[in-house]
């Protein structure tokens, strides 16, 4: 089981929304540097969304390389279409990642049954580590945990990332799925008590930012060190919050470029940070002493 501070990675672009391959590099060497627990390649914080699907595939593979067994690497092959979902899975087997991370199909609503197909669909076509994901923000479709304790009895369903922000999930499905079932939050500003309270790690947008402090966090909530944690989290709190200023990725995008990690591509629909929001993020990041 893979524990602690996974980072979601963005993926860097040029000016004119190509995939740079030579930031990309900076980023997964910067991160093992820093000292994060594993990577996610082309999670929806990394444009999913508009990545078609040789460029997604060659984050992945990019991402494998550059990482060179150093830190494991968790590939992002969710799709609203099961096909297409098998067809990205399959791809980031044969690159070599490590576990993939599935988010729920977005838009088309599918009912709890759906969804339960959908994942046991990928599963079985695919024999490699799979993470369920649960944003229902983002998709307008929330997996219940009754879903997820169902779906945690096939044996390469192995965990979820559950972004939903109610921390009584940790409980609810954890008795519903077991121990060895892996919980990740996806919601930075409740990570710290979602770890306290049994889950194992954070799949995170701030990591890409903060990604030591992040980690050392993280790692202290898992350990049970209340004190430790809380004093790390109230330098990270203004990042969870401001890091979401607009739609992500956009303000951490803006906060990596600032950092001079990459340059300031990102890709429509999506635009750069408004001028009005570049204010609050700088301040974040230099409370978590990043700048």
């Given at each position: 089981m893979i524990k602690g501070s996974i980072v979601a990675l963005?993926?860097?672009?040029?000016d004119d929304g190509a995939v740079d391959d030579a930031s990309l590099r900076r980023l997964v060497t910067f991160h093992i540097e820093?000292?994060?627990?594993?990577?996610?390649?082309?999670?929806?914080?990394?444009?999913s969304a508009t990545l078609d699907d040789d460029e997604h595939c060659h984050v992945i593979e990019a991402v494998v390389d550059y990482a060179a067994g150093r830190i494991p690497v968790i590939a992002?092959?969710?799709?609203n279409c099961t096909r297409e979902a098998i067809a990205l899975t399959r791809r980031a087997k044969a690159a070599g990642a490590d576990a993939?991370?599935?988010v729920t199909p977005y838009y088309n609503k599918p009912t709890q049954e759906g969804l339960y197909l959908h994942y046991k669909a990928v599963a079985e076509a695919v024999d490699i580590p799979q993470i369920l994901y649960n944003v229902p923000g983002r998709t307008g479709c929330d997996m219940l945990p009754e879903t997820v304790g169902r779906l945690s009895a096939i044996d390469n369903i192995v965990g979820i990332k559950e972004a939903t922000g109610k921390l009584e999930r940790v409980g609810q499905i954890r008795d519903l799925t077991g121990d060895e079932f892996a919980l990740y939050t996806g919601d930075d500003a409740?990570?710290?008590?979602?770890c306290l309270m049994g889950g194992?790690?954070?799949?995170?947008?701030?990591?890409?930012?903060a990604p030591r402090l992040l980690?050392?966090?993280?790692?202290?909530?898992?350990?049970?060190?209340?004190t430790t944690a809380e004093a790390l989290?109230?330098?990270?709190?203004?990042?969870?919050?401001?890091l979401f200023i607009q739609s992500n990725p956009i303000p951490v995008k803006w906060a990596v470029a600032e950092m001079g990690l990459m340059g300031k591509g990102i890709r429509l629909p999506l635009t750069w940070l408004s001028d009005d929001c570049i204010a609050p993020v700088r301040t974040a990041m230099k409370q978590a002493g990043v700048l």
């Open positions: 963005v993926t860097p672009m040029t820093q000292g994060s627990d594993a990577l996610v390649a082309v999670g929806t914080t990394g444009e992002g092959t969710g799709a993939c991370l599935l409740t990570s710290m008590a979602f194992h790690g954070s799949i995170t947008v701030t990591g890409n930012v980690r050392d966090m993280i790692h202290a909530a898992l350990l049970g060190d209340r989290d109230a330098r990270l709190q203004g990042l969870h919050q401001q």
